[in-house]
């Protein structure tokens, strides 16, 4: 489920929350940055604000994520390893 807060139709905020399986199952863990980069590609041309966080909740876990508007630099960067130490 994912929550695009805005204010005066320009997004500010990002809360994406998972169920429970997502923390079991180590590769949707890979699935929930693809999906945050996605929505970071969507709104980063609209974006007003300097910075915009997200907010991805799995269970107890929890990921943070920021888009810079003037460099389009997102952090933490997008892992495509497949190494699970790295991860």
Do not use: C
Not at 13 to 33: A, L, Q, T, W
């Amino acid at each position: 489920m994912i929550y695009i807060v805005k204010r005066k139709h320009h997004p500010v905020f990002i809360h994406e929350i998972k169920p429970h399986p997502n923390i079991i199952d180590k590769s949707r863990h890979n699935g929930v940055d693809r999906q945050i980069f996605k929505h970071f590609d969507k709104l980063a041309d609209g974006l007003v604000i300097p910075r915009l966080h997200a907010v991805s909740l799995m269970g107890t876990t929890f990921a943070t994520y920021t888009l810079e508007n003037a460099t389009s630099l997102v952090m933490p960067q997008q892992n495509i390893s497949s190494n699970k130490d790295i991860i």
